[in-house]
């Protein structure tokens, strides 16, 4: 038998589902353990995932009495989240490619690096909270004031890093040029894959039996190729911004 920390991260994806719905639907603490605990249980004695045993997670807690509000704003948050972090990957990462690509020496100030000491930081705390369940981000105030302040710091960090101030490190851009399009490319192919599954499990007719059959055929795949793309937008850019540096330098 796997304990229960194991096997919550072997189903991270399905475990995160689950909790963020009793969360939103006002469940307690206690009740989200004794709910996981009992999910744990039984699949084990089944010898089945959670997928299989019970299928689509929110379903599942809805089954069970816990409903979340409809929240279209949530939703479109929850979109936004990791586009925003690769817009701060991008923010961080994009001179360093440049300085890459044209062979030119990366240089840190004071003040380029405080701002992004703070921006990590902020990125930090959000993504730890957001793990363990929080839904503050997905608040539309909260969300605006900690991305808004997070992108200023990115983009003042890029702008302060040619100021004539006491200069913390001057080396190789390879490194954070690296950081930038490897976190950049880790999101999109990591959201879009969180999403084609999601797409499938709500799409599977055992799974949501009462929809009527010509949304079960066809609202995720149009759901994905509206969203999919949003994903690409910064991954694109990038390879767009170092192709034409690569061409003017």
Request: aromatic share 8%.
């Amino acid at each position: 038998m796997t304990t229960l920390k194991d096997w919550t991260q072997a189903h991270r994806m399905w475990v995160d589902d689950f909790v963020l719905t009793l969360r939103l639907s006002g469940a307690t603490g206690e009740d989200i353990a004794d709910r996981l605990a009992s999910v744990h249980t039984q699949c084990d004695e089944m010898d089945r995932s959670p997928e299989e045993e019970f299928g689509d997670p929110a379903e599942y807690a809805k089954s069970l009495g816990f409903e979340p509000k409809a929240s279209e704003k949530r939703d479109v948050l929850r979109t936004a989240l990791p586009v925003v972090v690769q817009v701060l990957l991008l923010l961080v990462g994009s001179y360093a490619i440049r300085d890459w690509i044209t062979d030119t020496e990366l240089v840190i100030n004071l003040g380029t690096l405080i701002c992004w000491v703070v921006l990590v930081a902020i990125v930090g705390v959000v993504t730890a909270t957001t793990a363990w369940g929080s839904t503050a981000i997905y608040n539309v105030w909260v969300f605006t004031v900690v991305f808004g302040l997070a992108i200023v710091l990115g983009a003042a960090g890029a702008l302060i890093s040619r100021a004539d101030l006491p200069v913390v490190f001057s080396g190789t851009p390879v490194f954070l040029a690296a950081v930038g399009i490897l976190g950049v490319l880790a999101i999109a192919v990591l959201s879009t894959l969180r999403l084609v599954r999601t797409s499938r499990r709500t799409s599977d007719p055992r799974v949501r039996r009462d929809e009527p059959e010509q949304r079960r055929a066809g609202g995720a795949p149009r759901s994905l190729a509206v969203i999919v793309p949003i994903f690409w937008i910064i991954p694109l850019f990038m390879a767009f911004d170092a192709g034409f540096t690569a061409m003017t330098s």
